[in-house]
């Protein structure tokens, strides 16, 4: 299976290796990955409260992509918070938009949130992305991962081991 990714939402220089490798415009999409700068929000709260908004937007689009299988919702802030900060709420907000889009679309799809505060290898966070991409769906469901959970792991593995 190869995955047919699309990289929209805000501009992260380590993104750009995927930004380079993406689908063209013109094809519908397997995989998309959303990304989110954090980095202006002035406090803990009011970056976790922007992640949660734009997760529960993605739900509409997420859904109307009929063959969407994986949806990685990648961000950042910046260092401007400790990292983890916000590992907690971008899994609860992958647990409710898994939910969200599954009801809606009546067939699974992968959730996954990553934060990759402070991680600077895009080459390996492209080949992890496009390595869970070309999974069935089902395989990650909805799962918040830090960046040091997948340098050394796949997204599978590294979601296994937080189920398990």
Not at 101 to 120: K, N
Request: proline residues 3%; aromatic residues 4%; charged residues 20%.
């Amino acid at each position: 299976m190869t995955a047919e990714i699309i990289v929209r939402g805000d501009q992260l220089p380590v993104l750009v290796p995927l930004a380079v490798a993406q689908a063209a415009g013109s094809v519908l999409p397997t995989a998309m990955v959303w990304s989110v700068d954090l980095a202006a929000e002035s406090s803990r709260r009011s970056a976790q409260k922007r992640l949660r908004r734009i997760c529960a937007e993605l739900g509409d689009y997420a859904a109307a992509q009929p063959r969407l299988n994986h949806l990685f919702v990648v961000y950042t802030h910046g260092g401007a918070l400790r990292e983890g900060t916000c590992l907690s709420t971008a899994g609860q907000a992958a647990t409710r938009l898994h939910a969200t889009i599954e009801r809606s679309r009546g067939r699974s799809l992968d959730v996954i949130a990553l934060d990759v505060t402070g991680w600077e290898d895009g080459e390996l966070l492209r080949d992890r992305i496009i390595e869970a991409a070309e999974t069935p769906a089902g395989t990650a469901a909805e799962i918040a991962l830090g960046w040091h959970d997948i340098t050394q792991d796949s997204i599978r593995v590294a979601a296994a081991k937080q189920y398990y």
